[in-house]
């Protein structure tokens, strides 16, 4: 009998027993190993820091690099030692700092476990020929060819940049735990390798990275956006899309023009400009680097304007775009100012832009040495954030006088606007600011100047009116026209206009000219007619409107319109109204008809004929009947409407419809209405069917009207009709069923006849009684021609409703968790209650504060129905499945957002399958090395696959994707032997890292691979 074991035992055996050995000897040694390296850490702290006698550990930020305080025998601080690690050439570099008190290096080290640079090159970076060339340095430090103080090692720049990457890397994070202060350094420009550089400029939301490909000296290819990139959902962030990354490609050059080389992102300058600025950044280093150097020379050496000890201070508030902020300045003994801090804004819209002025130091530098009040013309305010550094002028100004105990002058009372002779106020989109108007002997203009405009909001729109706007006055006769309005600022631009022509001379007009008042879009406009001894129209002229929305409107109606009115006979018919001026057209046609002679008693209508006043659909109009002797119609005549709106409806009705009620017998029925014209045409015949005579007074007597059943309260709410808001009563009894609905009378001059269409409408009124809970719209059928109105009343039964109903709660059952989300413009909060079956069983949405955004967010927490819709989800929440409120997508998608985070919080970690050891492997990904960890059973099966986070600053964000994809992953589950990438579905938009994946397992299998005996 074979006694002999079999081989895949013998190895089984052997290597059972190597790895107990290993691990007997990693167990025997780790500890030894561990306090070898913490010895080693002590001494390279001390070697850095040789004055210090301990060293204690400062508070840091979550996540943040560890930072040793150095502490001299008396327990002051002797300066501070920290270790960052950056990403060279060929992998990992950890970068030692030490610094004194004040931040001044005392040392670097260059190394790390894990340093694989090339020997011979980056490896030099470790000796002291390189890292001694640090000490006596301060924040920031960089290269000789960037403008710096450090060489770089011959031959390799890449691990020379990512040194001095991590030294300043470091040094801020030194900063913020030890609280020396840095200067922000210019622009640095990174070499990552393969022709690819590297910059970030700040944007809206922080810090915007750029990446460029060079192709000599072309850009092939580009990177925007990084782990830091933060800049608005929808606006800043369609940075990242091709559409506009796009464009650069293929450019070449040092200086490409935003607006002229470059389209901007609509609605996301500062982004956009932030991506232009660090192109531009990369492009001079690249194709000029002796212009790059010279421009890092150049760099005025920052001021220090924060507020030293012992000055005089004094705190003022300023104004933002839409919130408040502290200013405060410090004053030295010369009552010159010597130091100035800005706080928070109390606005999170006006947080990016306050940003951007408190974290610039040229900006607040020019405050330090002033004596007196500063003036914003003569101060470079900060691009993008303009009426920001505007109110830090103020509130600096204001400070100022506090801390000196200067008295403001008393503000003298304003003249009226013409007494000046020459000056007038012009309406702003938000305030008021003067225009001064100069005029020549022959009334000509000689030169026009603005004023300070009152309202901060105003300033930047007042800015673009430059001399060339302004120019165009000049030596034109008043009243002016023809002046080109200014792009961005065009209600400025034409309340200048607007100004300068309040001093034309006033018209002498004919004596048998005769003006009123007209009705347009927004105000009220003259119409001067002037008529022929034999009433025709001799002329119609057009005068100022008071509203300056309507000035484009009238400025349409030119002369070519103006001159069918030429020769006709009043009251005119057959004017064709202009294109985009229609409401404005008809208001002259009306007034010009206002000078119609009235009809002579008795010449136009017959003694059967009568008027009345029939409900337009939004106002009234006459209506004429002239009935024959057998008491049949003889005729319809309409008369004018006294709303402008209407005429176009009232101008359908026209011969054909009228002709149907010719010999027709009172009460008329089987009237066509007039397509586009329902409610016109359904007021026609009622007016009509009002001379009906009268039913004999033996007709059967109706019922008296059923009243209100006396059981319930009556609620009153409000809802949104065609135009204005309406009144609804419903009553309720105890058990929440509705037993009555009125509908208040409107005074609404749009509203009116809409909301006594449903008020009369007792069929309509009557479908809600005996309802309770949520009515749905579907199930009352609407007043014809008053379908707002309708579903006006439908919401506020609803509200009703709702508001003696008891809340809902939360189930008692499941966890709460709260989640941030994206909102329009902010963070809003989410609520989500999810129970012990990973199911929602609740969703909430916290109250917001945000000055744009609290409306939309308001609206999607009180929407019960969309708030629903969650219910019972235990997967992600796919956006397509629910339906959003209407007027409030963002808010909406935001809810949607935060309940994912919830469920994806509620879930537990899945764990890795118990069976089989887990590997350990590296792979190249897009830039840099990738760990992957596999598990492989004894079969030598895969049972799962994870991927480590990175660290790194290009790779990250596809690291990421593929270490966040199960579908991914789990194709890797089952596999044995080699595994062909072609058989694998890689990540879209991660393919380099997807590779590196599959790379790493088939490294995890090789190793575990077992030679199968014949």
């Not at 950890?94 to 980056?122: C, H, K, M, P, S």
């Not at 013309?377 to 100004?397: F, K, P, Q």
Request: with cysteine; aromatic share 6%.
């Amino acid at each position: 009998m074979n006694k002999k074991l079999p081989a895949w035992l013998v190895l089984t055996l052997i290597a059972l027993v190597a790895a107990l050995a290993l691990g007997a000897t990693y167990n025997g040694t780790k500890d030894t190993i561990a306090k070898q390296e913490a010895e080693k850490a002590v001494a390279v702290r001390q070697e850095l820091l040789p004055a210090a006698t301990d060293f204690v550990l400062c508070e840091t930020e979550e996540g943040a690099a560890e930072v040793w305080r150095g502490l001299n025998a008396d327990g002051s601080a002797a300066g501070y030692v920290s270790t960052g690690t950056v990403t060279g050439f060929g992998g990992p570099v950890e970068v030692t700092v030490g610094t004194d008190a004040e931040g001044v290096i005392t040392g670097v080290r260059v190394g790390g476990a894990n340093f694989q640079e090339t020997a011979g090159l980056g490896a030099k970076s470790k000796e002291p020929a390189f890292y001694e060339q640090f000490t006596g340095k301060a924040y920031p430090v960089d290269l000789t060819k960037n403008g710096g103080e450090i060489d770089a090692i011959t031959a390799a720049t890449i691990t020379s940049s990512a040194v001095v990457r991590g030294v300043n890397d470091t040094l801020k994070t030194m900063s913020a735990a030890a609280g020396f202060k840095i200067n922000e350094p210019v622009t640095l420009v990174d070499e990552l390798g393969d022709n690819r550089y590297a910059t970030s400029k700040k944007g809206f939301g922080g810090d915007v990275y750029v990446e460029l490909t060079m192709d000599n000296s072309t850009i092939s290819g580009i990177v925007i956006g990084d782990d830091r990139f933060n800049e608005t959902a929808g606006y800043g962030a369609r940075a990242k899309e091709e559409s506009f990354w796009g464009q650069y490609i293929g450019k070449s050059g040092t200086n490409l023009v935003l607006g002229q080389d470059i389209d901007a992102l609509s609605g996301a300058t500062i982004t956009s400009t932030a991506v232009n600025d660090a192109v531009n950044m990369i492009l001079l280093y690249v194709n000029d680097p002796a212009a790059f150097a010279a421009q890092m020379a150049s760099q005025p050496e920052e001021i220090d304007v924060s507020i030293p000890e012992g000055a005089v201070t004094a705190t003022a508030e300023g104004k933002g775009l839409t919130g408040k902020f502290d200013v405060t300045i410090g004053v030295d003994e010369n009552g010159a100012v010597n130091g100035i801090e800005i706080g928070a804004t109390d606005s999170d819209s006006d947080a990016a832009f306050l940003g951007q002025v408190s974290g610039n130091n040229a900006f607040l530098a020019q405050f330090i040495g002033t004596t007196g009040n500063v003036s914003a013309d003569e101060i470079d305010l900060v691009t993008g954030a303009t009426i920001s550094s505007r109110g830090v002028v103020d509130a600096a100004n204001k400070a100022y006088k506090q801390a000196m105990g200067i008295e403001d002058e008393p503000v003298p009372t304003e003249a009226p606007a013409q007494e000046t002779g020459n000056t007038v106020k012009a309406d702003g989109l938000t305030g008021k600011f003067p225009v001064t108007v100069e005029l020549n002997d022959d009334g000509t203009v000689a030169s026009v100047v603005l004023g300070k405009t009152e309202s901060d909001m105003d300033e930047s729109f007042l800015a673009k009116l430059d001399d060339a706007f302004l120019s165009q006055f000049v030596g034109k006769a008043l009243p002016v026209s023809g002046i080109d309005t200014v792009s961005g600022a065009t209600v400025s631009s034409k309340a200048v206009i607007a100004a300068v022509n309040s001093f034309a001379p006033a018209v002498e007009e004919p004596a048998d000219n005769t003006t009123v008042k007209a009705d347009g879009l927004t105000g009220k406009f003259d119409v001067t007619v002037e008529l022929n001894d034999d009433g025709t129209v001799a002329s119609v002229k057009i005068g100022k409107t008071d509203s300056s929305m309507d000035e484009t409107f009238l400025a349409k109606l030119d002369d070519t319109f103006l001159a069918q009115f030429v020769g006709k006979t009043l009251p005119v018919d057959g004017i064709d109204t202009v294109s985009g001026a229609t409401v404005s057209s008809k208001a002259v046609i009306a007034a010009v008809n206002s000078f119609a002679p009235e009809a002579p008693a008795g010449s136009e209508e017959a003694s059967n004929a009568a008027t009345v006043k029939a409900d337009g659909l939004t106002g009234k109009f006459d209506v004429t009947v002239e009935l024959n002797d057998d008491g049949t119609v003889a005729s319809v005549k309409i008369g004018k409407t006294d709303s402008s709106m209407d005429e176009s409806f009232l101008a359908k009705l026209d011969d054909a419809f009228l002709a149907q009620f010719a010999g027709k017998t009172l009460p008329v029925d089987g009237i066509d209405t007039v397509s586009g014209a329902t409610v016109s045409s359904k007021a026609v015949i009622a007016a009509v069917n009002s001379f009906a005579f009268e039913a004999p007074v033996d007709e059967p007597v109706e019922e008296p009207v059923e009243e209100l059943p006396p059981e319930g309260t009556e609620y009153k709410t409000t809802a949104q009709g065609f135009i204005d808001l309406m009144a609804i009563y419903t009553t309720i009894n105890d058990d929440g069923v509705v037993t009555a609905v009125r509908v208040a009378e409107s005074d609404s001059a749009t509203d009116a006849s809409y909301v006594k269409k449903v008020a009369d409408n007792k069929a309509f009124l009557s479908q809600f009684v005996g309802k309770s809970g949520e009515i749905s719209a579907a199930d009352i059928d609407v007043v014809s021609g008053a379908t707002y109105s309708s579903r006006a009343v439908i919401e506020g039964v609803n509200k009703a409703l709702s508001s003696v109903q008891p809340a809902e709660e939360l189930p008692a059952e499941g966890t709460e968790y709260e989640s941030t989300a994206q909102g329009f413009m902010d963070l809003m909060i989410v609520y989500t209650t999810i129970n012990d079956e990973g199911a929602v069983t609740g969703v909430r949405v916290g109250e917001s504060d945000s000055a744009t955004d609290a409306t939309y967010v308001n609206k999607v927490a009180a929407d019960k129905a969309f708030l629903r819709q969650f219910i019972g989800k235990t997967e992600e929440v796919n956006a397509a499945d629910i339906d959003v409120v209407s007027g409030a997508t963002y808010s909406s998608r935001g809810v949607i957002e935060g309940v994912n985070r919830a469920l994806a919080a509620a879930k537990p970690a899945e764990e890795l399958p118990p069976e089989g050891t887990e590997y350990k492997t590296t792979a190249q990904g897009f830039i840099d090395l990738m760990a992957i960890y596999t598990t492989i059973n004894d079969d030598g099966v895969v049972t799962a696959v994870r991927v480590a986070e990175s660290d790194s600053v290009t790779d990250a964000s596809y690291v990421n994707k593929v270490a966040a994809d199960k579908a991914f992953l789990n194709q890797f589950v089952g596999k044995t032997g080699e595994i062909n990438a072609a058989d694998i579905d890689v990540v879209t938009g991660a393919t380099y890292s997807s590779r590196a994946v599959i790379e790493g397992v088939n490294k995890a299998l090789t190793s575990v691979t077992v030679a199968v005996p014949q």
